[in-house]
Nanobody, 117 residues
Framework: QVHLVESGGGSVQAGGSLKLSCAVS???????MGWYRQAPGKERELVTS???????DYTPSVKGRFTFSQDLSKRTTYLQMNSLKIEDTAVYYC????????????WGQGTQVTVSS
């Protein structure tokens, strides 16, 4: 079983920065870790993910602004968000996807990020 707890959300003005954290418990060695977001009235979308071989993908709208990192010793993943835009406003979720051997998905409870003008 994998348990994920996000923190670090909040309100910021456009152009500002926030750093989200995701505290992880359980075995994630067979999972694809990632961050997703869901804006009001929209479907949840992938922001970034990292494969077990550490290859990282970013959705085009955040490339060059967001950075996914992880500190395995602290069992924590991070999402550094710079140059935030109003359209980045959403609930951000930490996820462990396709965790082997059963290819199960695990989600955090989400943290709100609000970007204002």
């Amino acid at each position: 079983q994998v348990h994920l707890v996000e923190s670090g959300g909040g309100s910021v003005q456009a152009g500002g920065s926030l750093k989200l954290s995701c505290a992880v418990s359980g075995d994630i060695s067979g999972c694809r870790m990632g961050w997703y977001r869901q804006a009001p009235g929209k479907e949840r979308e992938l922001v970034t993910s990292i494969a077990p071989d550490y290859m990282t993908d970013y959705t085009p709208s955040v490339k060059g602004r967001f950075t996914f990192s992880q500190d395995l010793s602290k069992r924590t993943t991070y999402l550094q968000m710079n140059s935030l835009k109003i359209e980045d406003t959403a609930v951000y979720y930490c996820a462990a996807k396709g965790c082997r051997p059963w290819y199960k998905d695990f989600w955090g409870q989400g943290t709100q990020v609000t970007v204002s003008s």
